[in-house]
Each structure stands twice: as C-alpha cells, then as structure tokens.
C-alpha cells in the first residue's frame, strides 16, 4: 500500500491502529428488507394466508362438488316435461303460424 | 412501543414488528458482518440470513439480553463461521495449487471500509488486512468496539464472556496487531 520511495515513521504500527478511531457505519444495501422477504419465501417460510392453504383449496372444491351434485340429482325429475306433439308442430302452434311446415318426411299443413 | 412489547409482536408473527426491525438495525448488522468478512456482496448476504435466523428463532428469544445485544450475536456467529468456512476453501486451495491441481492463488485485495476518513484510508486498509489474520475471538471483540463503539461491558455481553475476558481479548488483538504492522513496516 505505501510507497518504498516514502519511509514509513517508527510509530506506524500506532497510527495504524487509530486509522479506524472515528469510523462511520457502513450502510446495508438497499432493499435488504426485500431481499430477506425473498429469502425467507425461496426457504418456505413465509406465513401463507389461510385463503390460499391447500387445505381450504380442497374444502372449498369438495363443497361446490357437492352443492352440484345435490342440485343435479334434486331437479333431475323436476324438468319440464317434453309437451305433446312433434317439435316443429309444437312450434308452430304455440306462435300460431300459418302455412305450410315441412318435416324430412311428409307435408303435414296446408 | 417498550421493547418489551416489540419483542412480544415479533414472537406474534407481526410483519409490520418484523418490517421495523429490519430497518431499525439493518446497518448496525451489515457493518458488524462486513467489518469481519470484509466483503460487501458476502456481508450483504450473510445480514440477509441473519434477520432470516432472527425471524425464525425470535419464538426461542426469553429477554435474557436486550435485543441489540442478541442481534449482534447472531451477526458476529454467523460472520465468523463465513471467515472459517472462507479459510478452509483457502486452505484446500493452497494445498491444490500445491498439488498443481490448480493455479497458485493471489492475495485478495485491500479491503476499504466505507466508513473510513479518507486521509486515513491506506492505513485502514492495511489494519483490515492485519485483523484478517486474528483468531476469531479477538477479531469479533477488536470489531466490536473499534467499528462499532460497543463498551467493554456491550462487548462481554455479545459475546457471552465476562469484562475481564473481553478486556485481555482487545489486549491480545492489539498486541497482535502491533507485530503484524511491526513486521509490515519492516518489509515495506
């Protein structure tokens, strides 16, 4: 560190030894509090809402299953039931139209 | 807040307890660690994992100590177990480049505090160096009170000794320190 052209004084090892008298503190990087989130996340170790537990996850999913397999098997028997007649007769009857409904297979209405 | 009650929020899981603390006592643990490893990346690191071991043992804290005191601990702890890990790396180097497995290592440079007046900056750097060479001990009580301004008694207290101890520790340090500067003024 020092220059050999420069002799270096007998009580160098003192002065030394004081360079650090009045020292600053280093400050710690910024973003360390991130930095420590990050770290703490990357080792699991962060507390997880309980929204998000697997546990809840699952809860919640076995219930919607079950609301919907109740709603399936209790309204299964209760739909509507198919009114009489053909489906395009049906169709026309109801919004009464006139003239001539053709089916695949014979003409049914003049 | 009393620190009491602190310590009671941070046992309680409170982020917003654990975000303060963090920013309360971020510097003092960075300078604490970089004083002793002497490398700004690595001390950056070595802080990180110390509020990560505070976070995750502050439930085992009693209060026997005052929480600085605690943190500082677990700073110089983890610090000196990096320079020890650092010096077997160095070691199995030596003895590699030895072997001719590898290439012969150079000295790593001179290491500048930040916090160091600039007129003194060269001889900071050469006492560092001469601190590198200290047993662990001596090395955490010299950092303790030359960089961070502890009391002899803040000193036992941190490293869980008592004041005389401390007292004949910072002796030895300095007297260690006069041979190696001795023998470098010599040389120089």
Redesign the interface.
């Known amino acids: 560190?020092?220059n050999?052209h420069q002799p270096?004084e007998?009580d160098?090892?003192?002065?030394?030894?004081r360079?650090?008298?009045?020292?600053?503190?280093?400050?710690?990087?910024a973003f360390?509090?991130t930095?420590?989130m990050a770290?703490?996340a990357k080792?699991g170790?962060t507390?997880v809402s309980w929204l998000v537990k697997p546990a809840f996850s699952f809860a919640v999913l076995a219930l919607l299953l079950l609301v919907n397999l109740f709603a399936f098997t209790k309204f299964q028997d209760k739909s509507e039931p198919e009114p009489a007649g053909s489906g395009m007769q049906y169709f026309a009857d109801e919004y009464a139209l006139t003239g001539t409904v053709y089916t695949a297979k014979t003409k049914t209405h003049e | 807040m009393n620190e009491q009650e602190f310590i009671a929020a941070l046992q309680k899981g409170d982020d917003q307890a654990f975000k303060t603390l963090v920013h309360t006592w971020q510097d003092m643990v960075f300078n604490t660690v970089l004083s002793i490893v002497q490398d700004t990346g690595e001390a950056a690191d070595i802080a990180q994992e110390v509020f990560i071991q505070v976070y995750r043992s502050v439930q085992a804290f009693r209060g026997d100590s005052k929480l600085s005191t605690w943190l500082y601990r677990i700073a110089v702890t983890r610090a000196i177990d990096a320079e020890r890990k650092r010096k077997t790396r160095k070691r199995l180097a030596a003895v590699r480049s030895w072997v001719g497995l590898d290439e012969k290592q150079d000295n790593p440079p001179y290491f500048h505090h930040p916090g160091v007046q600039l007129d003194n900056k060269e001889k900071a750097a050469v006492l560092f160096r001469a601190m590198k060479r200290l047993p662990d001990m001596q090395r955490a009580a010299f950092v303790l009170i030359k960089t961070e301004g502890l009391s002899y008694e803040e000193t036992a207290a941190v490293l869980q000794t008592s004041l005389k101890a401390v007292e004949a520790l910072v002796h030895r340090a300095k007297d260690n320190l006069r041979k190696q500067l001795a023998n470098y003024y010599r040389n120089t």
């Open positions: 560190m020092q050999n270096l007998k160098f090892p003192d002065k030394v030894l360079s650090v008298d009045g020292i600053q503190r280093a400050e710690a990087p360390l509090y930095r420590v770290g703490m080792s170790m507390r």
